[in-house]
Structure formats: C-alpha cells, structure tokens
Antibody, heavy 120, light 108 residues
Framework: QVQLQESGPSLVKPSGTLSLTCAVS?????????WSWVRQSPGKGLEWIGE???????NYNPSLKSRATISIDKSKNQFSLNLNSVTAADTALYYC?????????????WGQGTLVTVSS | EIVLTQSPGTLSLSPGERATLSCRAS???????LAWYQQKPGQAPRLLIY???SRATGIPDRFNGSGSGTDFTLTINRLEPADLAVYYC?????????FGQGTKVEVK
C-alpha cells in the first residue's frame, strides 16, 4: 500500500519561500507514475500546482507564474515543492499525490495534507 | 484553462435515494480524461472514478460515472449515511488540470 506524507514549515513569511517534502513509502518513486502537488484553500478550492516524473520531467500550472519548482530525490524516495515570493493568497492545505499511471493523470494516492499559513 | 462547473451546489437526500451530480466543462475534455473524487470532512480527496466511467480500486458499484465531451455525471445509487461528503470532478486532458468547485451531498 503506497503512502505519502507531507512535511515542512506550517508558517512562512510573506515574500519568503514555501518548502515542502513528500515522503513516499510502500512503493518506488521510480515507478510509472507522476508525483503531484495540489493545494486547497477556501477561496480557490482545489488547485493543481504541478507534477514530476522520476526522469525529472516537470509540468506546472501557469497560474503560479513560474514561482513553483518541483524536484525529486530518488535516493530518499521523496519529492519536494518550493514556492517562492509567497503571499497570503498561498495560504492553503497542501497535498502531495500520485497519478494512477504514466498516461492516466487521475490521482489515486494522496497524503493527509499539511496546512501552510503565510503571515508575518 | 478548462473551467469545470458542478451542480447543484448542495444535494440533500434520504438514505436509499439516488444522487445525480453534474460536471460541465467550458471546453471539450480530451479523451474522457475526467475523474471524480469524494472528500469527507478532515480527509484528503479519494479517487472514485477515472476516465469518466472507470471505477477506482475498491470503489463499490453504487458509484457510476458517465458522459463525454463537456457533460459528465456522477450517480450514487442507494445513498448511505457514509456518502456524506463533497464530490469534485477533475479534468486532466488539457494542462493545467482543473477541478470543479464541488457538490456537497447531505444525507438526511
């Protein structure tokens, strides 16, 4: 059974960088799946941030205006999200998730989510 | 980007009844790349349906997805109290992936 667990600071200052890590257990991050970040806020609902494949190929939501960077560490079986120049609008519950397959982008495994608040 | 509009906003039904949830896309969803998720309070979303009509592993056959193009439906037969949740549709046929705003299902 694949499990995902997010970790990182729960409070980030405005203009700072939000950094989160998703540890994957029960499966290999080098499998034929994309690894994704999704956030959820009361104002914007569910928002897809981006995804990474184990080859390092990434895709991002253009709405984030190139502020997001997703990376992968195969030796630790984990992947990470960096979001820079954050504002209060980036306050949200952040989830990491796995796609069902390489060409099937529905998300079949999710972490429990981690709440990140942007405030001084 | 493709905007997904879900209706109704809230559905209040009795146990045993059928729930019909709608998801309408602003543009054609490529190759029926549409999924449905169930999110219970305090939990992450759970995949119910992918490819518009395929049930995910372990999902009971009370949950059925249908549709194509711009109109999709999630039907929940024989509603149970445990089905209390918000249901979201997601399209992943065109980047960026987008989600609907959700339909809340209340069980009387």
């Amino acid at each position: 059974q694949v499990q995902l667990q997010e970790s990182g600071p729960s409070l980030v200052k405005p203009s700072g960088t939000l950094s989160l890590t998703c540890a994957v257990s029960g499966g290999s991050i080098s499998s034929s799946n994309w690894w994704s970040w999704v956030r959820q806020s009361p104002g914007k609902g569910l928002e897809w941030i981006g995804e990474i494949y184990h080859t390092g190929t990434t895709n991002y939501n253009p709405s984030l205006k190139s502020r997001a960077t997703i990376s992968i560490d195969k030796s630790k079986n984990q992947f990470s999200l960096n979001l820079n120049s954050v504002t209060a609008a980036d306050t949200a519950l952040y989830y990491c998730a796995r796609t069902l397959g390489f060409l099937e982008w529905s998300l079949d495994y999710w972490g429990q989510g981690t709440l990140v608040t942007v405030s001084s | 980007e493709i905007v997904l509009t879900q209706s109704p906003g809230t559905l209040s039904l009795s146990p045993g009844e059928r729930a019909t949830l709608s998801c309408r896309a602003s543009q054609t969803v490529t190759s029926t790349y549409l999924a449905w998720y169930q999110q219970k309070p305090g939990q992450a979303p759970r995949l119910l349906i992918y490819g518009a009509s395929s049930r995910a592993t372990g999902i009971p056959d009370r949950f059925n997805g249908s549709g194509s193009g711009t109109d999709f439906t999630l039907t929940i037969n024989r509603l149970e109290p445990a089905d209390l949740a918000v249901y979201y549709c997601q399209q992943y046929g065109r980047s960026p992936q987008t989600f609907g705003q959700g339909t809340k299902v209340e069980v009387k």
